[in-house]
């Protein structure tokens, strides 16, 4: 049980990491927006939108190959620990 526990762990935190760039950067953007917005009152829906999957595809286009390369090393560990999660 304890090596589901750690394996559920580290899943957890790697999605956590993983998903921190492109979040938090359509946050930043989201916000920038909502204040440009509120200064000129401009309320339209969609102005926020074609920025923030601007700037998330281009973070998933730059940092797609570093995700990758962490799913494919914990996919790899997960791998290896199967003998012993049998025991």
């Not at 750690?6 to 790697?14: E, G, K, P, S, V």
């Not at 996919?75 to 025991?87: E, G």
């Amino acid at each position: 049980m304890h090596h589901l526990t750690f394996i559920t762990q580290q899943a957890l935190y790697l999605v956590l990491i993983a998903s921190a760039p492109p979040v938090l950067l359509s946050l930043v953007v989201g916000l920038l927006i909502a204040v440009f917005q509120a200064a000129t009152q401009i309320q339209e829906q969609t102005l926020s939108f074609a920025p923030k999957v601007i700037i998330v595809f281009g973070i998933l286009a730059l940092g797609g190959g570093w995700m990758g390369s962490q799913l494919l090393r914990f996919t790899f560990q997960l791998f290896d620990r199967f003998p012993a999660m049998i025991r």
